[in-house]
């Protein structure tokens, strides 16, 4: 009787050597009959020399597969079991006596041993210390409550799950594949761009780990709707919070979902149909002085001007007015609140891309400059809005949320959001909730709406036919006067070119939530199977996956305003309500509904933006005036070896692009200008 040859696999996950401590899971490869010499391998990347059997006394994992001549391997069979070495090698070396014996070896001997390193091991598996059970017995790993806020307890157990799934060979508790690359492929300023290469080779979703911080990246859009509408009582805005609390507080993006609750209520009623009418009136009143600007542009410097610069100062200019009635002036003049708007804006960018919370260290903001700079200049913004608060608050008018909605903006002295908050009877004017609030709108509100009229300009002029499609309608509609609420809805097209600039770039391009209770989240197409999210994981909605996958838009990389006319539908993916044009009729852009969240330029679901009309209508008078009034190219003298008319994610590129709150151009936006020839 001849018998297969048998292999073991044997995974030790810890054990001590000599009194210090050694690091498992150290596997043993065997096969019998054995090779070798006969002698037992043992190989550990923490265990170089040779080993006592009777210091081996951990738990075992025991895997062993049986294999012939004649048949690929059976399924492995997995056991768990606690012997000590000494007993389990005794084991073997009677089964290593009976194989010899039965292949007619009789009298076999082996001088059996464990040697550390030599030999051919298994696949390698770093392992984990003796002491990692006994460490999440104690209470400060204690995970809290499903549903309620994640504590350290929580961030705790999924470091433990991604280090036991890395290092120690245990099954992932997710499902989620984990992305494997170079951390280049997401540190140079385009992590967008690295997360959808991840999502082209795992799937969605998939789990991305550096550093102590981990992430489930999704990017399909039926996930996205579970986590934001159909259960988004189970996240909550997690590692965003905690990023963006220094300087926005408790305001409505970082909020928890208790003071969002209560927030919401007071805020949503001031942008009231009333006010973005009068609002739109506003905004072309803040672009003359850009206008203005720009017309000296094309007179000098061979009309060279940078247009994102341009953006960000009128849109600075609109939210001061309209939010504060504050005329930061930003177009014309420059002045400390400026700096410090784009200090604060450059500090939550950072703290967005760095892995370990270094500003929360004992005596950081003293010590770090570039900390104590921040601090500075948060603290001017404070004062200035502390007073603008008190100001508001020392004239303040009670009236209900009807009488409010009816005043005669046109005659009001002060129209303002803040305002509009300060007067509202039963409101909750604590000048701390305030000053989150309109801080948080301060930021958002601006940066923002300056980036989708900076890529909207980009992409038109490197799309001439588009250009031409959108003046045409400009002429007809509106000419040289200022655009009102009634010329916005009659400019559709225009309205589509701000809503691909935000299909193709969206702001921002990640979504963040962490999750608060276990939850088991739809299978998407060719992703992991069942997957579930664990309670205290942070999550990134790639909207930028989302936005520029082709299984839910056709060539996701043409700017096509008129792509939001057609009606599309994957046989492919039955689940997805597919796009359909008659769901946003009579709005002002294409909402989520209109895709099944295949579309999220203002979020979706409970915490959706609440200011997506007033951006709207903002983006499209700014780029009504300009379009109207100056014929634009790019600047051939900022050329690079790259062609413009590539993707702008290169390096390289001419215009490029980088991330943090929002998508910027990496080189900035250098065109030359010139006044358009009306008689043309």
């Not at 065997?30 to 043992?42: E, H, R, V, Y």
């Not at 081996?56 to 768990?80: I, K, N, Q």
């Not at 220094?246 to 969002?260: F, S």
């Amino acid at each position: 009787m001849k018998l297969s040859p048998i292999a073991l696999k044997v995974t030790i996950l810890s054990h001590t050597v000599g009194g210090t401590l050694g690091f498992g899971p150290t596997q043993i490869d065997l096969t019998f009959p054995s090779t070798n010499n006969g002698k037992i391998i043992a190989s550990s990347p923490f265990a170089s020399t040779s080993i006592s059997t009777s210091t081996w006394t951990r738990t075992t994992r025991l895997r062993a597969t049986v294999e012939d001549e004649t048949t690929d391997t059976l399924p492995t069979e997995e056991t768990t079991t606690t012997t000590p070495l000494a007993d389990l090698e005794q084991r073997i070396l009677q089964d290593e006596q009976a194989l010899a014996e039965a292949n007619g070896v009789k009298g076999h001997e082996s001088s059996s041993s464990i040697e550390g390193g030599g030999g051919e091991a298994a696949e390698e598996v770093e392992g984990l210390p003796w002491w990692w059970e006994f460490v999440w017995d104690l209470d400060i790993m204690k995970k809290g409550e499903p549903g309620s806020d994640c504590i350290f307890g929580d961030s705790a157990n999924v470091l433990r799950t991604n280090i036991e799934q890395i290092y120690g060979g245990f099954d992932s508790l997710d499902a989620c594949p984990l992305a494997e690359g170079e951390i280049t492929d997401i540190a140079d300023g385009t992590m967008f761009i690295g997360l959808q290469q991840y999502y082209q080779k795992y799937g969605s979703p998939y789990k991305l780990c550096f550093g102590p911080k981990s992430f489930v990246v999704i990017s399909d859009p039926i996930q996205a709707k579970h986590i934001l509408r159909e259960n988004n009582n189970a996240y909550d805005k997690g590692i965003l919070a905690e990023i963006l609390e220094p300087i926005m507080g408790k305001g409505l993006i970082p909020a928890d979902p208790v003071t969002w609750g209560v927030r919401r209520k007071q805020i949503i009623p001031a942008f009231h149909k009333k006010w973005l009418e009068y609002m739109v009136g506003l905004f072309g009143y803040c672009n003359v002085p850009l206008i203005a600007s720009l017309e000296r542009s094309a007179q000098t410097n061979n009309g060279k001007v940078e247009m994102e610069e341009k953006f960000c100062s009128v849109a600075l200019d609109i939210i001061g007015k309209s939010v504060f009635n504050y005329d930061f002036d930003s177009v014309t003049n420059e002045s400390p609140v400026i700096k410090a708007v784009y200090c604060a804006l450059l500090e939550a960018e950072h703290r967005s891309m760095t892995p370990a919370p270094y500003w929360d260290l004992p005596f950081a903001n003293q010590l770090v400059p570039r900390l104590r700079r921040f601090n500075k200049d948060l603290d001017l913004l404070n004062d200035v809005l502390n007073d603008l608060i008190s100001r508001a608050k020392n004239t303040r008018e009670v009236e209900d949320i009807a009488e409010l909605e009816n005043r005669d903006y046109a005659n009001v002295k002060d129209p303002s959001l803040l305002r509009f908050l300060v007067d509202m009877k039963g409101a909750d004017i604590d000048n701390k909730q305030l000053r989150d609030d309109l801080m948080t709108m301060l930021i958002a509100g601006h940066e923002t709406t300056a980036a989708v009229l900076t890529w909207s300009l980009f992409e038109l002029v490197r799309n001439p036919e588009c250009l031409v499609a959108a003046r045409a309608e400009i002429d007809r509609v509106v000419g040289d006067r200022t655009p009102t609420l009634e010329d916005i809805r009659g400019m559709k097209y225009l309205r589509m070119v701000v809503a691909e600039s935000l299909r193709m770039y969206p702001e921002p391009p990640l979504l963040i939530r962490r999750c608060r209770e276990e939850d088991k989240i739809p299978t998407a197409h060719g992703g992991a199977k069942d997957p579930t999210i664990i309670r205290g994981m942070d999550i990134f909605l790639s909207l930028y996956n989302i936005h520029r996958d082709e299984k839910y838009w056709p060539e996701p990389d043409k700017f096509d305003p008129l792509r939001f006319t057609r009606k599309y539908s994957n046989p492919d993916i039955p689940e997805w309500a597919g796009y359909d044009p008659a769901r946003w009729e009579n709005r002002l852009y294409p909402n989520e509904s209109a895709a099944d969240f295949a579309y999220l330029p203002f979020g979706g679901g409970a915490r959706k933006c609440i200011g997506d009309e007033f951006a709207t209508l903002e983006a499209t008078v700014t780029l009504a005036m300009v379009l109207r009034r100056f014929d634009f190219e790019f600047d051939e003298d900022k050329f690079t070896d790259v062609d413009i008319m590539d993707h702008p994610m290169g390096l390289e590129h001419p215009v490029g692009m980088r991330t943090g709150a929002t998508i910027h151009t990496r080189q900035g936006l250098h065109m030359i200008i010139k006044k358009r020839n009306m008689d043309s």
